[in-house]
């Protein structure tokens, strides 16, 4: 099935151009062309009144809250409307906060399997940025046992690092395989006009993807990858998150 989305007037005067996927409202209509294909369609302009493009969103939908929402259709809205009440991370919050600021830190080159004391004190510097929580939860955290878990978590991303950057290790994919070229941003903030999503992916990568059927040739894409220092049992909401990023 095709879908078209028909804009009449002055739609030239916006930012949308032919073959650019838009977001629209309305009612759509079914039409079957001689060689068997259906197409839907929906026409937009001061003709069709019910029908409506959404050019500049009033309000961002962010991926994670989307994703959120996969688990509890509540959740997103009742931390949209209560954003501003002060809220209370959990130490599991707060570790995963740490751990991402480690694996930037390595990815970004500040951290290097040499330099075991620089990489302690950095690590202290991001324990140090939450202090004020784990003051509040001082008997409940062992910051020794904090400092040593961090560091594990270096190994892990400096290990990475090693064999996905410097060395060029392919990732299997059911389709082929993918090798990371190079770090393109970390952080990387994006507004999705079209499609009225907002969000933060932890780190861009460009690669080099091999299809099966092709493995001599490669193309070009740019792969977002997202850090989970979560629950293992909510992989699916993760892997839909990273999903609605590509």
């Known amino acids: 099935t095709n879908i078209y989305a028909v804009l009449t007037d002055s739609w030239e005067q916006t930012s949308y151009r032919p073959d650019m996927p838009v977001n629209v409202y309305g009612r759509f209509e079914q039409e079957d062309d001689n060689?068997?294909?259906?197409?839907?369609?929906?026409?937009?302009?001061r003709k069709k009144p019910g029908n409506y493009v959404v050019l500049y969103p009033d309000y961002y939908l962010s991926v994670t809250g989307l994703k959120e929402s996969?688990?509890?259709?509540?959740?997103?809205?009742?931390?949209y409307m209560y954003s501003t009440a002060q809220r209370q991370n959990?130490?599991?919050?707060?570790?995963?906060?740490?751990?991402h600021n480690v694996f930037e830190l390595v990815l970004l080159g500040h951290i290097s399997v040499n330099d075991e004391r620089?990489?302690?004190?950095?690590?202290s510097q991001q324990i140090l940025r939450e202090s004020s929580f784990f003051i509040d939860e001082s008997e409940r955290v062992d910051l020794k046992a904090l400092q040593k878990e961090?560091?594990?978590?270096?190994?892990?991303?400096l290990k990475f690092k090693d064999d996905y950057l410097v060395k060029k290790k392919a990732i299997p994919h059911k389709e082929g395989k993918i090798v990371i070229e190079s770090l393109v941003d970390t952080e990387h903030a994006f507004n999705s006009y079209n499609f009225g999503f907002t969000g933060k992916v932890d780190v861009l990568f460009k690669c080099k993807y091999f299809?099966?059927?092709?493995?001599?040739?490669s193309t070009d894409i740019c792969v977002?990858?997202?850090?989970?220092?979560g629950r293992v049992k909510d992989h699916v909401f993760y892997n839909?998150?990273?999903m609605i990023y590509n």
């Open 35 to 45: 060689n068997g294909e259906t197409y839907l369609y929906i026409h937009v302009g």
């Open 211 to 217: 299809p099966r059927s092709n493995l001599k040739g």
């Open 90 to 99: 959990s130490i599991a919050a707060t570790k995963g906060t740490i751990y």
């Open 224 to 229: 977002p990858f997202e850090l989970k220092t």
């Open 240 to 242: 839909d998150q990273a």
């Open 118 to 123: 620089r990489a302690a004190e950095l690590i």
């Open 70 to 79: 996969m688990n509890c259709d509540r959740k997103t809205y009742l931390r």
């Open 150 to 157: 961090m560091v594990g978590a270096m190994k892990h991303a």
